[in-house]
């Protein structure tokens, strides 16, 4: 199911799996804009997939985005813009037990550092805590410094290096940094 609609669409969605809310209908305003953070469901597997495709240099397959959004514990977030038709970013979260883990979070290019970003990460927080998850991990590359400063920002703190992570092509492979945050996160001032 495609991005054209999303908005009007959340009440239509099919149930998510009873672990996890179906719907988390959050809106903020973000620069000039209005963005809308709903519950991406395996129907939206398509949507992610194409969105990771214009954030990653190696995207995951449709397939891969359908097999995590169908697991019971695994949370799914589009930013949808209202005006522009369509998801500028998506992040998915797996729970288990009271730790919480990003996979991925993408936002495209042209809505950078703009606080999509910030919005996903913190609605994506809040329903992990509200699930149980007591702190969230993701990993981020060593040379990502605007993520890593903003979700140093957020709260987070390295606690772990994984190397050589990020096989990017014929690229020299990149370390990645292993961040853990405290659940709620910080609020950005």
Excluded at 7 to 29: D, H, I, K
Excluded at 58 to 67: D, G, N, P, Q
Excluded at 101 to 127: C, F, H, N, Q, Y
Excluded at 145 to 159: C, N, T
Aim: aromatic share 4%.
């Amino acid at each position: 199911m495609g991005g054209a609609n999303r908005s009007a669409e959340v009440g239509q969605r099919r149930s998510a799996p009873a672990a996890l809310p179906s719907s988390s209908g959050c809106e903020a305003t973000i620069g000039s804009g209005l963005i809308r953070i709903d519950r991406a469901t395996e129907h939206d597997a398509a949507e992610c997939a194409r969105l990771h495709a214009l954030c990653f240099p190696e995207a995951w397959s449709l397939a891969t985005f359908k097999s995590l959004l169908q697991q019971p514990r695994t949370l799914g977030l589009l930013a949808n813009d209202p005006q522009q038709k369509g998801a500028r970013g998506f992040i998915l979260v797996r729970i288990a037990a009271d730790e919480s883990e990003v996979l991925t979070i993408g936002v495209v290019p042209e809505e950078r550092k703009r606080g999509v970003g910030t919005e996903l990460m913190t609605e994506a927080a809040k329903m992990a805590a509200s699930q149980g998850a007591v702190c969230l991990f993701l990993e981020v590359g060593r040379q990502n410094i605007a993520a890593r400063r903003l979700y140093g920002k957020l709260g987070f703190e390295q606690v772990g290096t994984r190397g050589h992570y990020y096989r990017r092509g014929g690229a020299p492979a990149e370390d990645a940094c292993v961040l853990k945050a405290s659940l709620p996160l910080a609020q950005l001032a």
